[in-house]
T-cell receptor
Framework: GENVEQHPSTLSVQEGDSAVIKCTYS??????FPWYKQELGKGPQLIID?????GEKKDQRIAVTLNKTAKHFSLHITETQPEDSAVYFC???????????FGQGTELSVKP | EAQVTQNPRYLITVTGKKLTVTCSQN?????MSWYRQDPGLGLRQIYY???????DKGDVPEGYKVSRKEKRNFPLILESPSPNQTSLYFC?????????????FGPGTRLTVT
């Protein structure tokens, strides 16, 4: 069935360093790939997304890359700050306004 | 303020006692969905609804029911809860159309079944 694998499960970096989270999806029909940030006690919140016709997208300190051939996509956070500490989820979808298949999550810790 | 609300936020109950978790959104979204979040498994979809009176199973529907009588509300019903339904539950909503729309998540309901 449809599956999204996410690595690493935990990531600890020093403030100012970069963080990279990687995901692999199984459904070749997937064409929408959002990333969500979940802070403690809150629901996931969309931080960036990418569609299959784009290879890279950037928004200030965060960027996402997509390799459709390899079925990989990654989240890059540069100049990390303590407020970036949270759990990050990748997801994949093949339907407009529909079902998301989530990765297992990455707990990012940014140490001051 | 655009938001998805869930009630209750925390619930401890016993095996077999029927319960309902409410979800409401004020954004006029067609699509609503329930997920459960478990450690190491991410979020898994339980049920979803494309519009009023239209519901369908997600990946883990066993033991759950839903209804969509009004556009803004999408309650999750556990007729006979069991300990394996102890989890963190999220309701989400979005527009549905020819493009991909952001899914907005509620704050979560932490359910413990003893």
């Amino acid at each position: 069935g449809e599956n999204v694998e996410q690595h690493p499960s935990t990531l600890s970096v020093q403030e100012g360093d970069s963080a990279v989270i990687k995901c692999t999806y199984s459904d070749s029909a997937s064409n929408y790939f959002p990333w969500y940030k979940q802070e403690l006690g809150k629901g996931p919140q969309l931080i960036i997304d990418i569609r299959s016709n784009v290879g890279e997208k950037k928004d200030q300190r965060i960027a996402v890359t997509l390799n459709k051939t390899a079925k990989h996509f990654s989240l890059h956070i540069t100049e990390t700050q303590p407020e970036d500490s949270a759990v990050y989820f990748c997801a994949a979808s093949r339907n407009q306004g529909g079902k998301l298949i989530f990765g297992q999550g990455t707990e990012l810790s940014v140490k001051p | 303020e655009a938001q998805v609300t869930q009630n209750p936020r925390y619930l401890i109950t016993v095996t077999g006692k029927k319960l309902t978790v409410t979800c409401s959104q004020n954004m006029n979204h067609e699509y609503m969905s329930w997920y459960r979040q478990d450690p190491g498994l991410g979020l898994r979809q339980i049920y979803y609804s494309m519009n009023v009176e239209v519901t369908d199973k997600g990946d883990v529907p066993e033991g759950y029911k839903v209804s969509r009588k009004e556009k803004r509300n999408f309650p999750l019903i556990l007729e006979s809860p069991s300990p394996n339904q102890t989890s963190l539950y999220f309701c989400a909503s979005s527009f549905k159309g020819l493009d991909y729309y952001e899914q907005y998540f509620g704050p979560g309901t932490r359910l413990t079944v003893t």
